[in-house]
């Protein structure tokens, strides 16, 4: 009386595993690799300790990582849980003494549906709201790529190796930048590449991150330079800081973009180019010895709040 209803079940179970490994290899957006439409039944399910049992190495770099957490959220279904809320169900898996064909494997997704499954949970993170629009997503580069779960040697944030040599790897057209004489101390420690840009993408071009205010990142540490100014200098405003700065580093004194501040200043306040960019430099500025020197009289580059020449800060 009862074998024909576990052949039945036996095969629903077989008919829905084929349906799942066939369908992680087609990218499709979130269907198949969030366990949000996972199946919630927990008869599907095993839990972390018995996986365990048979992947010692990935037991341990398990439980020495964050992702055991998840096993507190019981409220939430097993799919939100341990091993298989990465790998989802497992009972089909273990049930065939290890089938690799039956369990999710990271390493045989695309990097939009591995991440779109780290995001599952991580989404909520504002920090990664636009990694799926990131430049690094778009060019393949997904959650695994720079963090590994059960391989990580780097003591914080699972990563596959710590910045800046992680961002070196991919990004050596910039590493020159960070040892010319004037530079942000990056390569010494003293900040990261992570302090400017959000390595999960961001609503703002090259990946930059706001200001607390939703300015320029830089007015996060040079607070001084973010104004708002009674008379604010237009450059900043339109073209921000880059316009007179190389933020990597540079070889000209205070990371400017040209060697004498006059060629920086003149490039935008010549008078042969005064009706296209700003008023030119008055005719009494000639380029004698004493006018080089810029900021000695306009002192208050960034802007002011008492002239409108910039002679006072
Ligand atoms: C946070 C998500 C996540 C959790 C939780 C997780 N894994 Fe993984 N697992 C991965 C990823 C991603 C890979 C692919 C390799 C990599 O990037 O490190 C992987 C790879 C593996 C592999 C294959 C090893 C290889 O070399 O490809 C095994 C086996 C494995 N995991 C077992 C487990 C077991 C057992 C647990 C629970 C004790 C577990 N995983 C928990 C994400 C996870
Ligand atoms: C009865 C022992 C056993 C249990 C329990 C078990 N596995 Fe496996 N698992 C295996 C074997 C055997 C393989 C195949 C290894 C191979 O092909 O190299 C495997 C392969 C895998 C792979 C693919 C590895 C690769 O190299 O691509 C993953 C991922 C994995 N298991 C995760 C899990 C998870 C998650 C659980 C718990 C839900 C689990 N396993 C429970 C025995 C087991
Ligand atoms: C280009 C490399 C890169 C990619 C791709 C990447 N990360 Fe990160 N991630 C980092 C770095 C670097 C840090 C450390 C950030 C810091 O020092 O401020 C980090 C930190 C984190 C943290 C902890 C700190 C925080 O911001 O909450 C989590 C969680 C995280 N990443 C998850 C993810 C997920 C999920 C994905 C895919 C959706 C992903 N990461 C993709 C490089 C990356
Ligand atoms: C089932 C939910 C869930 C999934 C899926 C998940 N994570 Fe997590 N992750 C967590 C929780 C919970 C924590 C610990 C709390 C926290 O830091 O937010 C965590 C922490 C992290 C951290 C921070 C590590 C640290 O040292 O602080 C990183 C990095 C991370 N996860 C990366 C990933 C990646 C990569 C994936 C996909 C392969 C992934 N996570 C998938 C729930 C999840
Ligand atoms: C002080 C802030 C700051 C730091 C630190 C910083 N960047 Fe940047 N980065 C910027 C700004 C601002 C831009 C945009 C430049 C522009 O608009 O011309 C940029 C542009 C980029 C670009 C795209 C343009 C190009 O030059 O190729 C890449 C790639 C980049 N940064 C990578 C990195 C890496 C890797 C690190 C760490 C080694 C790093 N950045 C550290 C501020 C910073
Ligand atoms: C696996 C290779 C890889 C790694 C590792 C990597 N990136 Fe990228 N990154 C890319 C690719 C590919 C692009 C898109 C093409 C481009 O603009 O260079 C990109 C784009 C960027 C951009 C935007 C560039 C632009 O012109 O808009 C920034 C900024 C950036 N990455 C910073 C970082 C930082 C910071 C790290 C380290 C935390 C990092 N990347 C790690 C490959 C990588
Ligand atoms: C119109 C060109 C220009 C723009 C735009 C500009 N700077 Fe400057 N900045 C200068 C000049 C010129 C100096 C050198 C001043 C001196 O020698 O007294 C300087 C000096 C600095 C210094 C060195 C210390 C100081 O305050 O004098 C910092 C820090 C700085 N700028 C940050 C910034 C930041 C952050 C931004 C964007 C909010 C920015 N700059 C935008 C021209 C500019
Ligand atoms: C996380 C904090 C931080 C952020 C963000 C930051 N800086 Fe800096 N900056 C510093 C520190 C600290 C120094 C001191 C120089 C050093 O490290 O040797 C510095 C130095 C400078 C200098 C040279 C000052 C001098 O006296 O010569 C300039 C110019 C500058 N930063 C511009 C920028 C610009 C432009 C940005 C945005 C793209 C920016 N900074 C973002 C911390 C920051
Ligand atoms: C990227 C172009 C650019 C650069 C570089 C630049 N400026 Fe300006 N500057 C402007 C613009 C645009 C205005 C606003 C003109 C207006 O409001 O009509 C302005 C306004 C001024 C004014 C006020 C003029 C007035 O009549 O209100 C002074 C003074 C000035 N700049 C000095 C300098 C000095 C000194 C430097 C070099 C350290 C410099 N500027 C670099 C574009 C630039
Ligand atoms: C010795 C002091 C001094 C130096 C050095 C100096 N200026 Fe001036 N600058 C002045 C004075 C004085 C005025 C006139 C202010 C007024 O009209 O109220 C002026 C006005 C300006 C104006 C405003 C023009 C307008 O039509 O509103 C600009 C732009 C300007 N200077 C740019 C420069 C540039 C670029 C340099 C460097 C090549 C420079 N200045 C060097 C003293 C100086």
Known sequence: MKKPTIIVSASILVASTLLLSSSLFADRPN??????LQPSDPALYVGAETCKACHLPEGASYD?????????????GPQWQGCEGCHGPGK????????ASKIIRF???????????????HEK??????????????NGVGCTTCHSVHASTVRRNLLTA?????CYGCHQSVEPDFSKPEHHRVNEGLMSCTDCHNPHGSSLPHNLRASASQ????????VDTAGPFVFEHAPLKEQGCVACHSPHGSTNPHMLNRPQVNQLCLECHSSILAAAIAPGAPTFHN???????CVLCHVATHGSNTDPTFFKR
């Open 107 to 121: 390493t045989a997704l695309s990097p939009k549906q591995s991440s779109e499954r780290c995001l599952s949970c």
């Open 64 to 76: 020495r990582g964050p992702h055991w957490q998840t096993e507190t959220a019981k409220h939430k």
């Open 162 to 166: 710590a910045p800046p040599g992680l």
């Open 31 to 36: 269907k198949d690799t969030n366990p949000v």
């Open 125 to 138: 993170n504002a920090s990664h709201e636009n990694f799926l629009r990131s430049p690094h997503l778009a």
């Open 287 to 293: 380029q004698g010895v004493k006018y080089q020197q």
């Open 92 to 99: 089909a898996h273990v049930d065939s003494g290890g089938d």
């Open 215 to 222: 300015g320029a990142v830089c007015s996060k540490c040079h």
